[in-house]
C-alpha cells in the first residue's frame, strides 16, 4: 500500500514537471514568435518609412567591388568594413568626406576603427597620385579597396556606403530625443551657395540627426580635417552607446529597416543578423580608434593637380597600422589575395 501510494507519487511529480517543461516551451515558441513579428513589423515599418522620401529606387545601381574572403573557419577570425560617408548632394559623381576601416572581431567583441583623412596623398591604381578620395570619385569602392589595399595594405572584407540622409535617419532612430555632446569651443560656418549653416555654441548640447551631421561635417577651424575625423569618431562611440542600452536594443529592427534604402553594401541579410548576434551576445565595450595619418608621420604640401594635400611616411604609417589591427599576429586569419589565389588554384 505504501509502496504504490508513493509510486503514485513519484508520477504525479513527473506528471508536474513535464507539464511545466511543456509550459515552459510554449511559452517560449509565443515569445519567439511574438518578438519576431514585432522584429518584422518595425523593420518594414522604418523602410517603408525611409523609401516615403526617397525620390530613387534604392536597389536600382549595381557597385562593383572584389572583396577579400573572410575566413569563417577562423578561431580569431576578424572583418574589415570599408565605411564610406558619401555627398550625393548635387550633379556628377558622389564625393565622400569618411574614409574609415572598421575592424571587428566578433569573439573578442572589439572593434578598431582607422579613420584615413580624405587629402591623404596617394598612389591610386591605373591613375596619378592624387588625394585617396579622389579614389572614390574615379572608380568607387572598388579603386578605393585598391588604393587601400596597395598604400597601407589592408584586405577589405565588406563595404558599406552611407550618404548624408543615411546618417541623419541613423541618428534620429538610434537616438530620437537626440544625443548628448559637450561641444568644446564656438563652431560657425556659412555656405550660401551649399546652402549650409553650422552655428554651435560651446557647452552640453542636445543634437538631432541634421544637428550631429552638421557637428561631424565641420572643418573652419585650425584642425581642419583632424577636428573632423575626431568629432566623426566621438559621434560613434556615443552612437554605440545608445544602440547597445535596453531601448536602442528594441529599436534595432526599426532601425535596420529605416537605413536599409539609404546604404549600400556587399554585406547580406544573414551575415547582418549573424554580425547583430554576436554584438549582442558579445557587447562591446570600448571603440579604439586611430586617425591616417599618425603623428609625426607627413607633411603637408601641394601640387598643382591635387592643391594641398598630406604626403605621409608610408613606412611609419603603414607599422602604426600593422600594430594596430594586429596584423602582423599568426593567431588572426585573414586571407591575404596570395592565399586566395593558392587555395583557389589548389582546389581546381
Do not use: C, W
Not at 569618411?98 to 569573439?107: D, E, F, N
Not at 598612389?123 to 574615379?138: A, H, V
Not at 584586405?155 to 530625443?177: C, S
Not at 599618425?294 to 603637408?300: A, I, L, P
Amino acid at each position: 500500500m505504501d509502496k504504490s501510494r508513493a509510486d503514485r507519487i513519484k508520477k504525479e511529480r513527473k506528471s508536474a514537471i513535464k507539464r511545466k517543461v511543456v509550459s515552459f516551451l510554449f511559452l517560449t515558441a509565443l515569445l519567439l514568435g511574438v518578438t519576431f513579428v514585432y522584429a518584422g513589423y518595425q523593420y518594414e515599418s522604418g523602410r517603408n518609412q525611409a523609401l516615403e522620401n526617397l525620390d530613387i529606387d534604392p536597389d536600382e545601381e549595381d557597385i562593383e567591388f572584389n572583396p577579400f574572403e573572410e575566413d569563417k573557419d577562423s578561431e580569431n577570425g576578424y572583418i574589415n568594413v570599408l565605411l564610406i560617408g558619401a555627398d550625393n548632394e548635387g550633379d556628377g559623381a558622389a564625393r565622400t568626406d569618411t574614409i574609415m576601416v572598421a575592424q571587428y572581431r566578433p569573439k573578442e567583441g572589439t572593434v578598431r576603427i582607422a579613420s584615413i583623412m580624405r587629402d591623404t596623398y596617394v598612389s591610386i591604381p591605373g591613375y596619378r597620385d592624387n588625394k585617396i578620395n579622389t579614389s572614390f570619385f574615379l572608380g568607387g569602392p572598388e579603386l578605393l579597396r585598391k588604393t587601400i589595399k596597395e598604400n597601407f595594405d589592408i584586405n577589405i572584407n565588406y563595404y558599406a556606403l552611407v550618404d548624408f540622409n543615411g546618417f541623419v535617419q541613423t541618428v534620429d532612430t538610434i537616438a530620437p530625443d537626440g544625443i548628448e555632446l559637450d561641444i568644446e569651443k564656438r563652431m560657425y560656418y556659412h555656405d550660401s551657395y551649399g546652402d549650409l549653416l553650422i552655428d554651435f555654441q560651446p557647452g552640453p548640447q542636445n543634437l538631432d540627426g541634421e544637428e550631429t551631421l552638421k557637428y561631424v561635417r565641420f572643418r573652419s577651424d585650425h584642425e581642419n580635417d583632424f577636428g573632423r575625423v575626431r568629432r566623426q569618431q566621438e559621434v560613434l562611440t556615443v552612437l554605440k552607446d545608445e544602440l547597445l542600452s535596453v531601448s536602442g536594443i528594441t529599436k534595432l529592427p526599426r532601425l535596420v529597416g529605416t537605413i536599409e534604402p539609404y546604404i549600400q553594401t556587399n554585406l547580406d541579410n544573414r551575415k547582418i543578423l549573424s554580425l547583430g548576434k554576436d554584438f549582442f551576445l558579445n557587447p562591446i565595450n570600448d571603440i579604439e580608434t586611430l586617425t591616417i595619418p599618425v603623428n609625426g608621420g607627413y607633411t603637408d604640401r601641394r601640387y598643382s593637380h591635387a592643391g594641398s594635400v598630406l604626403e605621409l611616411d608610408f613606412e611609419k604609417n603603414k607599422e602604426v597600422i600593422s600594430e594596430f589591427f594586429s596584423l602582423t599576429d599568426n593567431n588572426d586569419v585573414l586571407l591575404t589575395d596570395e592565399q586566395s589565389i593558392n587555395e583557389s588554384a589548389s582546389s581546381q
